[in-house]
């Protein structure tokens, strides 16, 4: 038996349906993220420096090139987060190959465990970024502006929440959502720290207009940064098991009481809802009862 799709096979079989998830997309683009990347786009003048969420799943895939022209001009600190979620056992060489792309100032946070220590590591890290950078000037009593940005549902207002309760001690700020397009308001400022005086943009999701090839668009969608019925969930089902089967991650054969491992997405649907007791009795229609009806 066959127990995975060749990434050929995959790119052929998805290609057909991104090619319509990403119409959707460009649909979804125009409204509050092109409003959110204008608005972005004329404040960074006043900023000190930009603190982008990436989602630590897939360190590599999916970052907005548009943020990525305006970064070597203000001092940069990627933030990979939703870390509970990553495999992490081989964090060097992520560093390493974001070091090779030309991202140097890297942290892992998880900002839904309460006192995460690399959530406390921030502000310290940001501050030391922006007193060494080439154009910064030391004035008395000076307060910074930082801006957050990231694709949808990485984890930003959560990490501004975070980093607030870290700092300054006080509740939730920013509005936090299981899906992607919460944040619509373009540029709340919020104070995160009292010595120095920082407040932080928080900004729209922005994906990039263009998605770049279909495995980068399926892993923003697994991820949950495209609204998964503009891609279709049975994709999206059928994309991540391929991609367990590809890793041969076959932890959901004795997990969901299947016999082998499968590339069958209906017959591990229906694994898992027998598993989870999520079956419906539907009555069966027979010939007779076809040709009684008509
Ligand atoms: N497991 C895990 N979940 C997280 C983490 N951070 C955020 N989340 C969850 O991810 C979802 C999205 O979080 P938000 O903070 O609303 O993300 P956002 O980037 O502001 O989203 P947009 O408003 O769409 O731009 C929520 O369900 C959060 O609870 C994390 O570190 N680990």
């Known amino acids: 038996m066959r127990i995975s799709h060749t990434l050929l096979n995959a790119s052929s079989k998805f290609r057909t349906v991104f090619d319509f998830g990403e119409r959707q997309v460009a649909h979804w683009f125009p409204g509050h993220m092109a409003k959110g990347l204008k608005q972005m786009r004329a404040s960074l003048r006043k900023v000190d420096c930009i603190i982008e969420i990436h989602d630590a799943r897939i360190p590599f895939s999916g970052r907005n090139p548009l943020f990525q022209e305006n970064l070597d001009v203000r001092p940069h600190l990627l933030i990979l987060n939703k870390m509970d979620l990553a495999d992490t056992s081989d964090k060097m060489s992520i560093l390493k190959q974001l070091e090779r792309d030309g991202v140097k100032n890297v942290l892992l946070t998880d900002c839904l465990k309460q006192r995460d220590t690399s959530v406390k590591k921030i502000i310290p ?22 801006m957050v940005i990231g694709v949808p549902n990485v984890g930003k207002s959560s990490l501004i929440n975070a980093i607030r309760r870290t700092n300054l001690k006080k509740g939730k700020a920013s509005r936090v959502g299981g899906e992607p397009g919460i944040t619509k308001a373009v540029l709340t400022k919020i104070q995160v720290c009292e010595r120095p005086v920082i407040h932080l943009l928080d900004t729209p999701g922005v ?24 891609v279709g ?51 069966a229609i027979t010939g007779v009862d076809m040709m009684e009806n008509s």
């Open 125 to 146: 890290l940001v501050i030391d970024l922006i007193e060494n950078a080439p154009r910064f000037h030391r004035e008395e009593n000076r307060s910074y502006c930082l």
């Open 207 to 230: 994906l990039p207009p263009k998605i770049e090839n279909v495995e980068t668009g399926m892993k923003l969608a697994l991820c949950g940064t495209i609204l998964d019925h503009l």
């Open 233 to 283: 969930e049975d994709i999206i089902a059928d994309y991540l098991l391929f991609s367990l089967n590809r890793l041969q991650r076959f932890g959901y054969v004795e997990r969901y009481d299947l016999e082998t491992p499968s590339d069958d997405i209906q017959h591990v649907l229906k694994c898992i809802a027998v598993k989870l007791g999520k079956t419906q009795r539907v009555k």
